[in-house]
């Protein structure tokens, strides 16, 4: 359940993101720039005494702003390595298509 949650989240997130990104491409470039920053800034605060751990909201936060940023630039900005991008944004892909609470063990009815 959690997961079909998540995953709402993070269509809606994408979609609202991209409307923004169709009209100001510049701006909205710089933006989601500084969106990247600042979050890692609140994620660093919360984890000052032992090593960075992204949440499961953070992980979903900085995949969905990875579309509004081109991927020359991640390096830079995003605190992790591009494939660690792409592989959070896989996996909340593939949630849609996990049909564990569909599949039953056993015999057949």
Known sequence: MSSVIVSLLY???RKLLTVPSVLLRRE???D???LVLRHENVVLRRQLAGPVRYEPADRFWFAALSGLLPRRHWLRVF???PGTLLAWHRRFI?????YTARRRTGRPP
Do not use: I, R
Request: hydrophobic share 45%; aromatic share 6%; net charge positive.
């Open 94 to 98: 593939a949630a849609k298509w996990d």
């Open 32 to 34: 989601a720039e500084l």
């Open 79 to 81: 605190p992790v390595t």
């Open 11 to 13: 269509k809606v997130t």
């Open 28 to 30: 909205t470039v710089k």
